[in-house]
């Protein structure tokens, strides 16, 4: 656990001290759970962001995108649920006086026993080598099976339970469990209860006439009230999907894991609108697209899981998470949801409006049902952050830390070095910046001696360096070092284009789709 606080606390040092997230209002001591985007991370984003979006809309002739407003009607969340289902179960601990999430609790107790199974497989897998059935071991081993039993009956009648609004049963749970304040160890709790999420606000121009209306907590909505808009006027048949990237805004009480969870922040989602009977189907297929968008990352399969739900959401009929292990252990990176037709059906009572779409192949209208997959922009961030920053001992016995992300979504492409800042290295280094900027996002540095310029973009994930020395004026060659290998090669200044583009393109992940 330690080990896992120590990596998790070099993450947030590195991602300050090297522009990529700094806490806001620092100057005013912060707000918390509320984080600013530096220069590397806002490019880092924004790559992310690019990467989602051709992979869901460029890629898809029958996915188009949209961006609705943060604000919208009041009733919408009405109509959703939000108002009167959008809780989170909470509980204090009396001595500690910190508030938790009394599910989280659960299932971080949950997780445990998941971890303890895993060791056994671990251990019998050293033990017996390549004879190893993993499949047969976890199907006929005593202690797997009794932890994932009870780790079954656990989670299922927590489900049960707030399904039910019981939240006595919650609490007599966490007792039966013996579950403290990770903290503290304190097993003082106070009662359950349920706390609403969304952050209200006022529209209009004076407070005694003002509409009290809500920062959306999630951005599905502005698509299902804009499904007739966007089906009319880009003429799709079903099945066909909309898709997102926006704020969202929860009032989170136990805000915690740095970016993890968060008061603002933005999601990347997908409505895939179907006929009825065919949204099992498609929700299998999108769990798999999904997972592949994941994998073509290179972050390792076995750092990803699906978590099929026990307790569905009202709306859902099916549900699943693509878990990612994150320095603090596996949790939710993505959710694939399969909604039925309720937010379509929700809108058309409250609003008096049909939400229907005509079928020629059924010869008929029916209100459609929906897939959903929705993923948390932040989340997908400090995903890749976590896993790509690493300590590296070298040959020599030297370290280096490197943020080995993929070279697409790397916030620079390429960093132009002039070897001395004197003898007209500087004029042609900046002749090879403003060759390139064109195409990539490429910086110049003189500061500091060449080894610590390598380092220092290394450490914000930079794939390529192009070093300009003396040589290069005579022969219009550079050297050219690449971040992972740390291999460098004399190349000439007319090929750096063509080189650094095969590497950072972004077809060299959506190929793998």
């Known amino acids: 656990m330690a080990k896992q606080e120590d990596v998790f606390k070099k993450v947030v040092s590195h991602a300050k001290e090297y522009g990529f997230i700094f806490p806001s209002s620092e100057v005013y001591d912060g707000l918390s759970a509320v984080y600013d985007y530096g220069q590397n991370g806002a490019e880092l984003k924004n790559n992310i962001k690019q990467y989602w979006w051709k992979a869901m809309v460029q890629l898809n002739e029958n996915i ?61 897998a050293k033990r017996f080598g390549e004879a190893f059935d993993k499949a047969q071991f976890e199907a006929t081993n005593p202690r797997v099976i009794e932890y994932r039993e009870k780790q079954q009956k656990i989670l299922s009648r927590m489900a049960k339970s707030l399904d039910d609004n019981n939240l006595a049963d919650v609490k007599s749970l966490i007792e039966e469990l013996g579950i403290a304040d990770p903290d503290t160890g304190s097993k003082n709790w106070t009662d359950v209860r349920q706390f609403n999420l969304m952050f209200g606000t006022k529209l209009g121009a004076s407070a005694e006439n003002a509409m009290e209306i809500y920062l959306r907590p999630e951005t599905a909505q502005g698509i299902f009230v804009n499904f007739l808009n966007v089906q009319k006027t880009s003429r799709h048949k079903l099945p066909f999907g909309i898709a997102q990237i926006g704020k969202a805004f929860r009032n989170e009480i136990v805000a915690r894991q740095f970016i993890f969870r968060m008061r603002e922040f933005e999601q990347m989602e997908m409505q895939f609108f179907v006929p009825p009977g065919t949204e099992l189907d498609f929700y299998k297929q999108w769990k798999e697209k999904r997972m592949n968008w994941h ?104 370290e280096r830390t490197v943020l080995s992300l993929p070279p697409a979504l790397a916030p620079v492409k390429a960093a132009i070095l002039p070897l001395v800042k004197k003898d007209g290295l500087p004029d042609f280094a900046e002749k090879i910046f403003n060759d390139l900027k064109f195409d990539f996002n490429v910086i110049s540095e003189e500061k500091d001696s060449i080894g610590k310029r390598y380092r220092r973009q290394d450490a914000i994930g930079t794939p390529f360096c192009i070093t300009v020395d003396h040589d290069s004026l005579a022969d219009n060659t550079v050297t050219l070092r690449e971040r992972d290998s740390m291999a460098q090669e004399r190349v000439k200044v007319e090929d750096l284009r063509r080189i650094i583009d095969e590497k950072v393109n972004f077809r060299t992940l959506l190929a793998k789709l």
């Open 64 to 124: 188009v995108g949209i961006d609705s407003a943060i604000l919208m009607h009041p009733t919408v969340w009405k109509a959703s649920g939000h108002v009167d289902a959008f809780n989170d179960p909470l509980i204090d601990n009396k001595d500690s006086k910190k508030r938790f999430r009394a599910d989280v609790l659960i299932e971080d107790y949950c997780a445990k026993l998941e971890d303890k199974a895993q060791k056994e497989i671990e251990k019998a």
């Open 295 to 398: 994998l073509a990352l290179g972050l390792g399969e076995e750092n990803y899981k699906f978590h099929d739900h026990e307790k569905l959401a009202h709306y859902a009929n099916a549900a699943t998470d693509i878990e990612f292990k994150f320095p603090f252990g596996f949790k939710e990176l993505e959710g694939i949801h399969s909604r039925t037709n309720f937010d379509l059906s929700a809108h058309e009572k409250h609003s008096g409006r049909k939400l229907q779409f005509f079928d020629p192949e059924r010869n008929e209208s029916y209100v459609p049902y929906v897939v959903e997959t929705s993923i948390g922009l932040d989340r997908m961030f400090l995903a890749l952050f976590s896993h790509c920053l690493k300590d590296e001992v070298l040959e020599d016995g030297s």
